[in-house]
């Protein structure tokens, strides 16, 4: 092997710094690496190797010429969110059939991740705990097909049997965007009137935490990363990134259980690769929200928390040599820690280095919009008071609601 290109849509920096993991993998291979993306940059700084930028909307077809023209012998995707892993799904089947190997979860398989009313079909089949649901069909709301005048009063009638609140979910779409709170049959009155564009599920509404794990592998030997705590369900959707996340050593939550029966999915479905589970855990189970068929905003937690690191394992799965470096499951080893801050300038980048296990803080810019910076650090056991003073010294630049609860999961007993 001696090319391999990566594909990737987001910025490469959210990658930052696990994806230099690589270098040593692909010396030791004798192969060099060229990121085909769409978004951002990707200096030396940020990618180990060459890259060649597309335009915003390249297509399938587009990546394929790309890779080809550049001569690689094998792909790894690194995709996201969900509609450019879908995109990289169509680029393996074609570059796979032009014989270049790419990792990457199967179309058929992705297409179903993709989708949230078919992957609570799935997780049904598995017998894995997910909300209870109907779907909304927009087609049949908008009278854009065949006309179904009873078709809301069987919608109002299914939702007053899940019981409220309830959300509306498109089945498309990540980090909460178009989800809507429906408290009462009003809300969903209301809802319905202003007739969605979108098929969505319209989902029960739980109280309990959020939390999210990354499940990594291939051909039936998977490894189940560490678990992400992400915030507190129950209301309407905050933004992914806006509680404090975190990995927490200390506890175990009994989440053995459902790891296995999301590992058996992952083997059932053929999974190549990274999928990214977000769930929430109320009364002792776990209630998968959704499969997410890529790496995930959890990645870079769960890799520093201690669990093997994901770019590391896809080239491992290309060459062969994944499963015997495959942990079946991976358990927190320290605390990893991730919240919103200011934007860092390179001044309070060194202070932060030289104060705290710096994982890496940049700005966050989803599409298009800066979300300020976020903070990404590990805390060892043992090191905790030192930790929590050197970020009560750097001054406001962790909001103080972040550093509050940061002392919380850190001291408990100060509580
Ligand atoms: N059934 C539910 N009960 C309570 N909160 C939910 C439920 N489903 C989703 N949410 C909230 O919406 C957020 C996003 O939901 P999710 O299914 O992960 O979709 P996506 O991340 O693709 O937007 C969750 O993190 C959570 O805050
Ligand atoms: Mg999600």
Known sequence: MQRIA????????????????????????????????????????????????????????????????????????????????????????????????????????????????ETKRVLESYGIPTPPAVLLDSDLLNDRTLPVPAYPDAVRLAARDLGYPLLAKPLWDSTSMGIAYLPDPAALDRHLAARPQAHAVLEKCLSGRLCSVDIVGADGHYTVMPLIWTGTAGGPPAFTFEDLRHADPTRDDDFAPTARRLVELCAGLGVEGSVNV??????????????????????????????????????????????????????????????????????????LRARIDLVTCHDLVIDGHDHGGILTFTVDPGDERRTMKELTALNGFVPAPMLDKIRRLLLPTAR
């Open 278 to 351: 977000d769930m929430i855990h109320a009364d002792g189970v776990y209630h998968v929200l959704e499969i997410n068929p890529r790496i995930g905003g959890a990645t870079t937690l769960s890799i520093a928390a201690g669990g093997p690191n994901t770019f590391v394992a896809l080239l491992d799965i290309l060459t062969g040599a994944w499963p015997t470096r495959a942990p079946a499951v991976a358990r927190a080893e320290r605390f990893a820690i991730e919240c919103l801050t200011a934007n860092p300038t390179p001044a309070l980048l060194a202070e």
């Open 6 to 117: 990566f594909l990737r849509s987001v910025d490469i920096r959210r990658a930052d710094p696990h994806l230099h993991g690589i270098a040593p993998a692909l010396a030791a291979l004798g192969a060099e690496a060229r990121l085909f993306h769409t978004h951002g940059d990707a200096g030396p700084d940020l990618f180990p190797g060459t890259s060649e930028k597309l335009h915003p909307g390249a297509t399938p077809d587009e990546f394929v010429d790309r890779v080809r023209a550049w001569g690689a012998d094998a792909a790894v995707a690194i995709s996201l969110p969900d509609e450019n892993a879908l995109r990289d799904a169509v680029v393996k089947t074609k570059l796979e059939a032009l014989g270049i190997r790419t990792v990457m979860t199967p179309l058929a398989a992705t297409r179903v991740l993709c989708d949230k009313w």
